[in-house]
């Protein structure tokens, strides 16, 4: 066996060695320890600081405050009023439905608040908050907050709610604002509407929606392990929407609704100057407060399934024939064209035919007018001269020069939805029906039946043509708008179209003169509003026919259902030498236009003119 003797010395050298290496890469250790040490706390302070926060910190959209509506006198229409909703936040909710059933112990929930919330809950983000419930009262708030331990995903929020303090003035006009369905979700800019739950749905509010709306704000807040904020570290303000100012005089547009009461029908009236437009009723109306933060079920079937149909704007899109309102044009037309026609009368016996055809196109006037000028004819409103002129005019000469007026076209109001009514023309029928245009069918269209359709709005603004003389201004219904409640209004200059020159510029006075006989003279058939008038008014009444009437029968309104009955119109602007003021009205099933519409003329044109517009 061999002896081994151990090497102290070389083993003691080998244990310094590997001691030296391992102090060594402690040291370093230590150093790169040291090193990244100092990056994260000094160099990258700032960069880890704010991915920290983002853990703490959450960016919330605040809504802007949409701008106000007012009247052209500042008379406010359309406000914003501070309101209490309960709102829950899915992500803090272990069971959504367990959170509803306990919160309905301690406030009335109603069926159609659950079902809007579900439907909320299924295109929201689960850390956004979504409203179970509006219009919480003082009780309903106190209750919620006696239970909030309860209820840690609940929040009682406050937020302005849009409010309309007329009720139902105006609605046709204002419209009215809504919750955003899933289909404006895809128009609407995401990022502007991330904090607002309305926007306009009808009226001016979705017209001048871009301009009401404002633009989104942000607090980056600071919340806890609950999702509570505990302050605000940034605030970026959000800009209010601009508040505008209609060229409505809410004064008037009162006395105007009031002045056609329970009837279905229209008023529009401008200033033939510069298209504005002072009042803009279309009855019945209906409150558009229903409608802002849910109108339940049974009342928008109500609204809906209703004959009178209060949510049709008959002002914007009912199209009707204009009946004898149309012979102020038709005569103008004839003067233009057929000059003669100033130096020749027709016999109205009663009836007209065309020659080879047996079918009499009968006068309302059963006895007739006698020998007729077209002074007379529209004064005292014959039929059978107006089919002659047509006759003579033929349709497409007809169509051609009203067309320069705006019948059978939209006016381009700031509104949407408007409709065009419709001017025919043997073209037109054509395209439409692949038929020939008839002869008789322009008799009608000289008396303003047939297929001739107007709205009550194009009705006012042709008229107002008239009352101008050819000046052409495109209706409006916004004449300034303010950027804030301190800062200037700015007015919108109006806007002058295509003006109608004539030949003869007398002839305008021919017109003129004979609308102002209508009511101003023994014959005419609106004579009975011109009693102690203290000024003229020029007008045209007007009666258009909703079905037909055999050749042997005769129209008696007392044996016709009431839905049957002729419609009631009557267009007019006033004075007569300078007119401030020019309406189209229509009664529907109202029957004589002389008797219904001229009657509310008055009353609407003598509040402005007289007892003034403010």
């Given at each position: 066996m061999r002896l081994t003797i151990k090497d102290h010395i070389r083993e003691s050298r080998v244990f310094n060695e590997r001691v030296t290496i391992g102090l060594a890469l402690l040291v370093i250790l230590i150093i790169v320890i040291m090193v990244r040490l100092v990056y994260l706390q000094i160099i990258s302070h700032e960069h880890f600081s704010t991915l920290a926060d983002d853990n703490r910190i959450t960016i919330t959209a605040v809504p802007p405050t949409r701008g106000l509506i007012y009247d052209r006198n500042g008379v406010l229409l359309a406000e914003n009023l501070p309101s209490y909703s309960l709102d829950i936040t899915p992500e803090r909710s272990k069971d959504i439905d367990a959170t509803i059933a306990g919160l309905s112990q301690i406030i009335t929930i109603s069926d159609n608040d659950i079902t809007r919330f579900k439907k909320l809950l299924k295109r929201k983000r689960s850390f956004i908050s979504i409203p179970l419930r509006f219009r919480l009262n003082d009780e309903e708030v106190a209750r919620?907050?006696?239970?909030?331990?309860r209820f840690p995903s609940a929040d009682v929020e406050a937020r302005l709610?849009?409010?309309?303090?007329?009720?139902?003035?105006?609605?046709?006009?204002?419209?009215?604002?809504?919750?955003?369905?899933?289909?404006?979700?895809?128009?609407?800019?995401?990022?502007?509407?991330?904090?607002?739950?309305?926007?306009?749905?009808?009226?001016?509010?979705?017209?001048?929606?871009?301009?009401?709306?404002?633009?989104?704000?942000?607090?980056?807040?600071?919340?806890?392990?609950?999702?509570?904020?505990?302050?605000?570290?940034?605030?970026?303000?959000?800009?209010?929407?601009?508040?505008?100012?209609?060229?409505?005089?809410?004064?008037?547009?009162?006395?105007?609704?009031?002045?056609?009461?329970?009837?279905?029908?229209?008023?529009?009236?401008?200033?033939?100057?510069?298209?504005?437009?002072?009042?803009?009723?279309?009855?019945?109306?209906?409150?558009?407060?229903?409608?802002?933060?849910?109108?339940?079920?049974?009342?928008?079937?109500?609204?809906?399934?209703?004959p009178d149909k209060p949510l049709f704007n008959r002002a914007l899109q009912g199209q009707y024939p204009p009946g004898s309102t149309m012979k102020p044009f038709i005569g103008l037309a004839g003067l233009e064209l057929e000059r003669k026609i100033t130096l020749t009368s027709s016999f109205c016996p009663g009836w007209f035919m065309l020659k080879g055809d047996d079918h009499k196109y009968r006068d309302w006037k059963k006895e007739g007018h006698g020998k007729t000028s077209l002074d007379k004819a529209i004064v005292e409103s014959c039929d059978v001269y107006f089919y002659n002129l047509a006759r003579i005019l033929g349709i497409d000469r007809m169509h051609h020069f009203l067309s320069q007026f705006g019948f059978g076209k939209r006016t381009g109001i700031d509104l949407i939805g408007e409709l065009a009514g419709l001017l025919p023309s043997s073209e037109?029928?054509?395209?439409?029906?692949?038929?020939?245009?008839?002869?008789?069918?322009?008799?009608?269209?000289?008396?303003?039946?047939?297929?001739?359709?107007?709205?009550?709005?194009?009705?006012?603004?042709?008229?107002?043509?008239?009352?101008?003389?050819?000046?052409?201004?495109?209706?409006?219904?916004?004449?300034?708008?303010?950027?804030?409640?301190?800062?200037?209004?700015?007015?919108?200059?109006?806007?002058?179209?295509?003006?109608?020159?004539?030949?003869?510029?007398?002839?305008?006075?021919?017109?003129?003169?004979?609308?102002?006989?209508?009511?101003?003279?023994?014959?005419?058939?609106?004579?009975?509003?011109?009693?102690?008038?203290?000024?003229?008014?020029?007008?045209?009444?007007?009666?258009?026919?909703?079905?037909?009437?055999?050749?042997?029968?005769?129209?008696?309104?007392?044996?016709?259902?009431?839905?049957?009955?002729?419609?009631?119109?009557?267009?007019?602007?006033?004075?007569?030498?300078?007119?401030?003021?020019?309406?189209?009205?229509?009664?529907e099933n109202g029957g004589s236009g002389s008797a219904v519409a001229a009657p509310i003329s008055r009353e609407i044109i003598e509040q402005y003119l007289v007892n003034g517009s403010s």
């Open positions: 919620i907050a006696a239970n909030r331990h709610i849009r409010s309309y303090p007329n009720g139902s003035l105006a609605v046709h006009t204002l419209g009215y604002v809504g919750r955003i369905n899933e289909d404006e979700l895809q128009i609407l800019d995401s990022t502007n509407y991330s904090a607002t739950r309305f926007t306009g749905k009808t009226g001016i509010e979705k017209f001048y929606e871009d301009t009401l709306h404002g633009k989104v704000g942000y607090n980056h807040v600071e919340t806890n392990a609950l999702g509570r904020t505990l302050r605000t570290i940034k605030r970026i303000p959000p800009v209010p929407g601009e508040n505008i100012y209609l060229t409505i005089d809410a004064r008037l547009q009162h006395i105007a609704e009031q002045a056609l009461g329970n009837r279905r029908g229209a008023i529009v009236a401008v200033d033939p100057e510069n298209g504005d437009i002072l009042a803009f009723v279309s009855m019945p109306g209906y409150d558009p407060n229903l409608f802002v933060t849910g109108i339940d079920v049974k009342s928008y079937n109500n609204l809906r399934n209703s037109w029928k054509r395209n439409k029906y692949q038929l020939p245009w008839y002869p008789g069918e322009t008799l009608i269209s000289g008396i303003g039946q047939g297929y001739t359709l107007t709205t009550p709005l194009q009705l006012a603004s042709t008229t107002a043509i008239i009352a101008t003389k050819g000046k052409r201004m495109q209706p409006r219904l916004v004449f300034a708008q303010q950027a804030t409640p301190d800062a200037e209004i700015t007015l919108l200059p109006p806007q002058e179209i295509n003006s109608v020159t004539l030949e003869k510029s007398s002839n305008w006075d021919k017109i003129i003169k004979s609308m102002t006989r209508v009511v101003h003279s023994p014959h005419g058939t609106a004579r009975t509003i011109a009693r102690k008038l203290p000024f003229k008014i020029a007008g045209k009444t007007g009666t258009a026919q909703v079905f037909g009437i055999k050749q042997d029968e005769e129209y008696d309104k007392e044996t016709v259902a009431a839905r049957l009955r002729d419609h009631s119109l009557f267009i007019a602007f006033a004075p007569a030498e300078k007119p401030k003021i020019a309406l189209a009205i229509i009664v």
